[in-house]
């Protein structure tokens, strides 16, 4: 079993005192893995990805990276650590070229770094090169979604944490993205994602876990809870009803 790269331990967790998403959530993710994170709207997936990667500072409880407390470090010291965050959506510079947005992602690189970085980027996405020089704003969905995930490897993380990389996008294009994430994840990222497409995610993932009213209450294997009758309703609500010997 691979080790434990991220943990959270009894996490408390929301955007205001009276408004809290995460209830004492524990769970891990696996290092070189591809975790996905599924749940009902609401459940607390993207508060996860946003907790971990310091937007929100947890009232109580313990976030780990590589068995190290981060609770309350801010975005810029965990970049410096090695995670990367791609949020859901847009989110480029549509008014500056593909170059310039690409090179956003390593401004923190020290200046002579940066040339060769950008090259090993630019050998994994060839298409990105072909509008090196174009508007962002003139790329379709696929490639936009391409240079996001490219600027955020720009640091070369050991932690991947990716909202949504389908939305916008057609299906060859998911799968497009989805074969990304899992050449990634075979050498040796680890990527943690939420995804609404949760049947074609699953075919990728190593292990799913389902949140219900900020808590988990499911961690299968993909490949089993893919043949799950009852994926619908676990995707929908109701997990916990899930027999306890069905919970790895």
Not at 190 to 218: C, D, F, I, P
Request: hydrophobic share 40%; glycine share 10%; charged share 25%.
């Amino acid at each position: 079993m691979a080790e434990k790269i991220i943990e959270f331990d009894k996490v408390v967790a929301g955007y205001s005192p009276s408004l809290t998403i995460l209830n004492e959530l524990t769970l891990d993710v696996r290092a070189g893995e591809i975790t996905l994170l599924i749940g009902p709207n609401g459940a607390g997936k993207s508060t996860v990805l946003k907790t971990l990667f310091g937007f929100l500072v947890p009232r109580s409880g313990e976030v780990r990276f590589e068995g190290r407390r981060i609770n309350g470090r801010s975005p810029r010291e965990l970049l410096a650590d090695g995670i990367a965050y791609v949020p859901q959506g847009r989110n480029l510079f549509p008014a500056l070229t593909v170059r310039h947005n690409l090179e956003l992602g390593g401004i923190t690189l020290p200046r002579g770094e940066l040339p060769g970085r950008m090259e090993q980027i630019l050998e994994r996405f060839p298409r990105i090169r072909e509008r090196l020089d174009n508007q962002a704003s003139t790329m379709s969905g696929g490639e936009q979604k391409q240079l996001e995930v490219g600027r955020a490897l720009l640091l070369r993380p050991r932690v991947l944490l990716i909202d949504e990389p389908s939305i916008g996008l057609s299906p060859i294009l998911v799968r497009d993205v989805m074969t990304l994430l899992r050449s990634l994840a075979d050498a040796g990222t680890t990527v943690l994602m939420v995804e609404q497409n949760v049947r074609t995610a699953l075919k990728y993932s190593n292990r799913a876990l389902v949140l219900e009213m900020g808590r988990l209450a499911l961690d299968r294997p993909a490949s089993e809870l893919l043949g799950d009758p009852d994926l619908n309703r676990l995707f929908l609500g109701g997990a916990a009803a899930k027999p306890a010997s069905a919970v790895a």
